[in-house]
């Protein structure tokens, strides 16, 4: 494997985005030999990620069509990263120049929005790898040849800057000094113990940054269940919510809503379960109506349903929205308990068509019915 490596590296040096006969030579290793290699290990790589040996996946790329300056393989879990855009894997990340390969714990550039995957930003991937750290932070303190900030020193793809700000922590092989392979089995193996954590960290915090918020995610696969379809989100994308989560997160937040109000002057009725909003306010000659949403994430996103949009609609400007999130949620304790969070509140609330996404539609087929 240290050979393989090393002669990645050799012909980075004879980059071309043209399929040369270097890069023909180049994709043969980074495609077929490298992973062919990776998986004689899959049995130990299994045990260090806690899954069947069948489940580990091994792939490479070098670009279809051009050629990529930065060529990869990479080791990951389908069920966890079913493409290289999304999820946590480990990868061997190879620089442009060719004086270095990277061992990478690092996080797809993508994420499911509840409808489809979209780009991360340089923000949102940064958030993520902070979140990623402290959860390492005990088996990090094992090594100290690891390093946080990778360069791979690409000039034209832009792509690679991606994977930099992706990258939570990686181990850096010199061309000049690469290691054995006992080594650098060994070294993988560490890496997927790490990888293996932060599996277990997504599994059981209640929101991952830059994660469609369980929300969306719960009704997402409703809706494709409904449709008798299977969901597109992947395994390891945020936990889920149960109906005591979810009472817990509204009794929690009507009542931080609730408060906030009646400090503003206003007398607050608890309207929820006879209307489509939660709150009704009165001061005076004046009224308000109030959507309150609570949520464990950062509150980007929230589930309106379409009799919530209509009455909102038809009550504006008299109207309100209140998200409080960032809200944590202690399932250690039956019911579970709601804590904390951020208030936001947006009055008058004006509901704009591209600020909806639709989940699911009612489809009028067509077919009679026959009595």
Not at 26 to 55: D, F, I, K, S
Request: hydrophobic share 40%.
């Amino acid at each position: 494997m240290d050979e393989t490596l090393i002669k990645i590296l050799d012909l980075q040096k004879q980059w071309s985005a043209k399929n040369t006969e270097a890069m023909k030579s180049r994709g043969v290793l980074v495609r077929n030999t490298l992973p062919n290699q990776l998986r004689q290990h899959t049995a130990v790589l299994a045990a260090a990620l806690g899954v069947p040996e069948l489940e580990v996946g091994v792939e490479g790329r070098d670009g279809t069509g051009l050629k990529t300056e930065v060529p990869w393989t990479r080791v990951y879990l389908p069920q966890r990263s079913s493409s290289a855009t999304d999820g946590w894997y480990l990868v061997y990340l190879f620089s442009a120049q060719g004086d270095r390969v990277y061992l990478s714990l690092i996080q797809g550039t993508s994420r499911w929005t509840g409808a489809d995957f979209a780009p991360r930003s340089p923000e949102e991937l940064a958030k993520r790898v902070a979140w990623a750290r402290p959860l390492l932070k005990e088996m990090l303190s094992e090594r100290n040849d690891l390093v946080e900030d990778i360069d791979l020193q690409a000039t034209k793809s832009k792509v690679a800057r991606r994977y930099a700000a992706g990258s939570v922590v990686a181990i850096d092989y010199d061309r000049h000094a690469m290691p054995d392979e006992t080594t650098l089995v060994e070294d993988l193996l560490f890496m997927a113990r790490l990888l293996y954590a932060v599996h277990q960290g997504e599994d059981t915090a209640p929101h991952v940054p830059g994660d469609a918020p369980p929300e969306v995610l719960d009704a997402t696969d409703a809706a494709a269940k409904t449709a008798g379809r299977r969901t597109k989100a992947a395994k390891g994308q945020g936990f889920r919510l149960s109906a005591p989560d979810r009472r817990a997160l509204e009794l929690h937040s009507v009542g931080m809503a609730t408060a906030y109000f009646e400090n503003q002057g206003w007398e607050v009725k608890d309207v929820g379960a006879t209307e489509s909003y939660d709150l009704l306010l009165k001061r005076g000659d004046e009224r308000l109506h109030v959507e309150v949403k609570g949520t464990t994430s950062e509150g980007t996103q929230v589930i309106l349903t379409r009799a919530e949009v209509e009455k909102q609609r038809e009550l504006a400007p008299e109207n309100a929205l209140v998200v409080v999130h960032s809200i944590q949620l202690d399932r250690s304790v039956s019911p579970p308990m709601a804590s904390g969070g951020v208030l936001h509140c947006t009055s008058p609330w004006v509901i704009e068509e591209e600020d909806l996404t639709v989940v699911s539609y009612i489809y009028r087929s067509g077919v009679e019915q026959v009595i």
